[in-house]
Every structure is written in C-alpha cells, then in structure tokens.
C-alpha cells in the first residue's frame, strides 16, 4: 500500500494530462470524497511509514480512503502504471470517445424515456456500439488524439467510484482464448468528455465510466459502462485493441 501510495504523489507531481490542451477537464490522481473532479488540485503528499510518529491527519485520511480499493483494484492499478503512458491516454480517450458518442445516439432515438424498460435500453446500447467503436478507432488516428495524448497520460480516477458517477471500480472482458481480461476504470463523467463533439442529456443516463482492461502486463481491450437513471449500471460493453 505504502508503495501504491508513493506512486500516488509522484504522479500527482508531475500533473494531469489534459492540464496543458484542455484546463477545464484536469485529471489528477488521488481518492476523492465525491467532489468534482475537474480543476481540482491534489496536495496531498505520499503518507508517512505508519510507525513515523510524524504522521499527518490528511496522511491517515489519505490512507484510510485509498482502503476503498478492493486487492484486485489495486493490482490492476499498479499494473496500468508500468503500460507506456501515451498508449493508455489514447485508449482511455477513445474509449470515452466511444461511451459518450453511444449514449448521445441512444438518446436523441429514444421518444419517451418513461416508456422504455431496462432490457429495451441495453439492447440500444448494444446496438449502437459498434459504431462507436468504429468512430473512436478512427479519431484516435488523427492528430488532435495523438497529441492531447503525447501531452501525458490518464491514469485511474478513484472520484469515479463516488457519486454522481457511481463506476464500478472494476469489470472484466472475455478474451478469445478463453481467459478474461481484468479491467480497471480510468476516466468517467457526467455529461460530454473533453474530447467529445456529443454530450449527454442525461433523459436516461446519469454518467459514463471508461475502463482500461489487461492480461498479462499488456492494455488489450478498452470497455465501458453506462450508468442508467433509476437502474443502475448497463451492460458493459468491450473492445478490443
């Protein structure tokens, strides 16, 4: 955990990607208690050995809050942290790309909310997938995605887990070979990413959640989760690099 947590404050350090393209839309890297994400600075510094008796309240509160992660969490998170910083920006933001752009199209298809049941909603999410994939492979190709992500890297946002985005802090995706690739959540919101020409109108979805998804050290496979209003979490929905 202490080491975890030094990762933590080294990356806080050297600041959010989007801080020098796009300044509204700032990721910084630490647990939240559920406040915006966005233009929020992380003072915080790395906790202190438990047995130093120097020991700050913010460090105990710090360590306490990073609790939250489950072990698998944790190991995915450390993991990520070894991947090429620009590859898992680039896939992170096409994978918001993607999230974004299918519940933008499911709205505006969708006449009356009221009318429409759970399993009705993941089957339009369902269907309009796959050109949401088709359109963020072909954005990140272009060189508006290559150079927000060459400016630095998204790494996993801990405020995701708190309301009002509510992400499950993990998935999994199914490989070909039969196996699963273990998925962690990078970057979430409430309404359009950064990047995005679409935004939400939140009728039937209160946020998105993107997640980074390895196997054996390698970032094999983006997904993401639509959070419903009034049912929770949709379907998660995969691809794969």
């Known amino acids: 955990m202490q080491a975890w947590m030094r990762r933590v404050g080294a990356l806080v350090l050297t600041g959010g990607m989007v801080a020098v393209l796009v300044p509204a839309c700032t990721i910084h890297l630490r647990p939240s208690d559920g406040d915006e994400i966005e233009n929020e600075s992380a003072e915080h510094p790395p906790p202190a050995h438990p047995d130093d008796a120097s020991e700050t309240d913010d460090d ?7 609790e939250m992660m489950s072990a698998e969490a944790e190991a995915a998170y450390d993991e990520l942290m ?18 974004v752009m299918v519940a933008s199209l499911v ?3 969708v006449v009356d909310p009221a009318a429409l049941d759970f399993e009705a909603l993941d089957a339009l999410i369902e269907q309009h997938a796959p050109a949401g994939w088709d359109s963020a492979r072909l954005w990140i190709e272009t060189p508006e995605a290559t150079t927000l992500a060459s400016t630095d890297g998204i790494y996993p946002d801990f405020a995701c887990f708190n309301e009002p985005y509510g992400c499950p802090q993990t998935t999994e995706c199914p490989l070909s070979s039969g196996e699963q690739a273990f998925c962690m959540v990078t970057h979430c919101g409430t309404g359009e990413c950064p990047w995005c020409p679409w935004g ?3 009728l ?3 946020s998105w959640c993107a997640y980074g998804c390895l196997r054996h050290g390698s970032l094999v496979a983006g997904a993401y989760i639509l959070i419903t209003n009034g049912w929770g979490p949709g379907k998660r929905q995969c691809t794969y690099w």
């Not at 105990?60 to 990073?66: G, I, K, N, R």
């Open 200 to 202: 939400l109108g939140n």
């Open 107 to 109: 709205e505006t298809r």
């Open 204 to 206: 039937l979805f209160k």
């Open 82 to 99: 070894s991947i090429d910083p620009q590859e898992v920006a680039l896939k992170t933001m096409a994978t918001s790309y993607a999230a």
């Open 60 to 66: 105990v509160e710090d360590d306490q809050e990073s």
